[in-house]
């Protein structure tokens, strides 16, 4: 019992927004690994296949500012309570399913249900995370739903071999389902409302502000285009990994179900580390240099390079185990880019960090759409499972370019008159 209490309270609350990323992300992944068995069932083609892959992220798209702006204006406990009981729902909906129509009506609940998470939670890390760590916190929960990437072909496939792909959907509603009741049980809005927060806790968090009444929308939205394109041309990349790498050890290398889903892990994995490193390195660069700039802009256009390095060997040779090595380079490189973007919103506008967030987050939902039924076009079109990756590595160059226009260091000031200029603050 006294180790119990002895654990911080601001480190309980980032142990559950970490699992709530593991479960929503294994409840977005774990079609990719059950498409071998509901494509069987209803005949899909591979287009089919993507539409079912991108239907959930309409929704996800259209409810990330709007989600934001509900989780800063009524709070994140609220917010994620309700959006974790709906996602819940319709990740138990989608075993129900009885052919593409009904698929597709689930995972678009899915998104509706997901859309405002991660704005929620980021309005949630910038009351309960110090300013100085960040980086790392949204490095280490963008880990955890790595891992739930890594888990899901595995454990797809041992619940597809002993029971059926259906029962995959069953397990992960009742997990999300359970996390629900845990968050309702243990978050409080305001750290100073917990009743295990510390002095020292509250010492380093930031210190609470008056809401602002009303968002700038459009000085906003501009200030946030930038960081938008670069997080699209980032979730480009993800979501070609996360609906086709399994089945593209499936299909290119003509494995079978189980060893497909180990080679999708050992990428998946890649992922882990390079998010948990990506947010203790802009948090150590930012501590070193005092320049958010370094820390943020160009360490994301350093790690867009190498990911692209990392993916032109595939362009050369088709072998199994290079292939498996430069899919997993290019996935942990593309990963470190998630704790110095997700930091951004925060860095630039702390008080409104939901909507900024949300904003950001538009460009990988859009991205989200359109990479798996394009993927999947060019799959069905051309017979090259390579050919994606080309697209992908021309949107890793733009990233690069781009990445220099974010300027986190211009904190975005609510309060200036409409038409003037952020002051520039670095270290903010």
């Not at 929704?59 to 500012?65: E, G, W």
């Not at 892990?265 to 990506?278: C, E, K, N, P, W």
Request: some cysteine; glycine content about 8%; aromatic content about 14%.
């Amino acid at each position: 019992m006294k180790r119990f209490r002895a654990i911080r309270a601001t480190s309980v609350v980032l142990v559950m927004l970490s699992i709530m990323y593991f479960i929503t992300y294994l409840d977005r992944v774990n079609v990719s690994t059950a498409a071998a068995g509901f494509g069987k069932e209803f005949h899909l083609s591979h287009t089919e296949i993507g539409l079912v892959f991108s239907a959930f992220a309409y929704p996800y798209l259209a409810f990330q500012i709007i989600g934001g702006w509900i989780s800063d204006r009524f709070g994140a406990k609220r917010t994620l309570i309700f959006c974790g009981a709906l996602w819940a729902l319709a990740t138990l909906l989608t075993g129900f399913a009885g052919g593409l129509m009904s698929l597709l009506a689930a995972r678009l609940l899915l998104g509706l249900g997901e859309g405002a998470t991660f704005p929620a939670s980021t309005t949630a890390m910038a009351r309960w995370v110090a300013k100085e760590k960040r980086g790392f916190a949204q490095g280490i929960t963008h880990a955890a739903s790595r891992i739930g990437n890594a888990v899901a072909p595995g454990v797809i496939v041992i619940v597809m071999v002993h029971w059926g792909w259906r029962e995959a959907f069953y397990i992960s509603g009742v997990m999300s389902m359970l996390w629900v009741v845990a968050w309702a049980l243990t978050f409080t809005e305001h750290p100073a409302d917990h009743r295990r927060i510390t002095r020292a806790e509250l010492d380093v968090l930031p210190v609470p502000k008056p809401k602002v009444a009303r968002v700038p929308w459009g000085r906003l939205f501009k200030r946030m285009a930038p960081v938008t394109i670069v997080y699209f041309c980032y979730g480009w990349t993800l979501w070609l990994f996360l609906s086709w790498i399994p089945q593209y050890f499936l299909h290119s290398y003509h494995l079978d179900l189980q060893k497909s889903a180990l080679f999708a892990s050992v990428v998946f994995f890649a992922g882990v580390v390079g998010d948990t490193l990506g947010g203790i390195v802009t948090d150590k660069l930012y501590h070193h240099t005092g320049s958010l700039k370094r820390a943020r802009s160009w360490m994301v256009s350093v790690c867009m390079l190498l990911t692209l390095v990392s993916l032109v060997p595939l362009m050369f040779a088709h072998d199994l185990y290079l292939s498996m090595t430069c899919l997993a380079a290019g996935f942990f490189f593309s990963e470190m880019t998630i704790g110095p973007m997700w930091a951004i919103p925060m860095d630039i506008a702390p008080e409104h960090s939901g909507t900024a967030s949300g904003m950001m987050n538009t460009g990988s939902a859009l991205a989200a759409i359109i990479s798996p039924v394009a993927s999947g076009f060019l799959i069905d079109r051309f017979g090259n499972w390579e050919l994606p990756f080309v697209v992908s590595m021309v949107l890793m160059a733009l990233g690069v370019v781009l990445a220099s226009r974010m300027q986190p260091e211009w904190k975005f000031e609510f309060s200036a008159a409409p038409g003037a200029q952020p002051a520039r603050q670095a270290g903010v």
